[in-house]
Nanobody, 126 residues
């Protein structure tokens, strides 16, 4: 059984930083891409960032480029999202997702991800 568990969400002031983490279990022996999505209050889920299995390539939504950084540690089966310079339009439920594929970072955002975490809430105050 595959399970993704996010952590690190919380309340932060605009301009501040947060680091989200996601631990995957049940995917040992397979290569898989990882990504972060978010659902702002009252809006649809949207893509945030993606990373290939090797961690050598990444892809970001235009709205977070230069502020967010996705990384992974395959020895620990974790993927992180470092969020800096948070803005009032960044809050929402953040989800990590995994897809059993070996592809380019740019292609990950368009795929139907195989597995999803339950999310962690990020709140930005102004």
């Amino acid at each position: 059984q595959v399970q993704l568990v996010e952590s690190g969400g919380g309340l932060v002031q605009a301009g501040g930083s947060l680091r989200l983490s996601c631990e995957a279990s049940g995917l040992t022996g397979s290569y898989y891409a990882m990504a972060w999505f978010r659902r702002p209050p009252g809006k649809e889920r949207e893509f945030v960032a993606a990373i290939t299995w090797s961690g050598g390539s990444t892809d970001y939504a235009d709205s977070v480029k230069g502020r967010f950084t996705i990384s992974r540690d395959n020895t620990r089966n974790t993927v992180d999202l470092q969020m800096n310079a948070l803005k009032p339009d960044d809050p929402g439920e953040y989800y990590c997702a995994a897809d059993r594929t070996y592809t380019t970072a740019r292609a990950i955002r368009s795929r139907n991800m195989d597995f999803w975490g339950k999310g962690t809430l990020v709140t930005v105050s102004s």
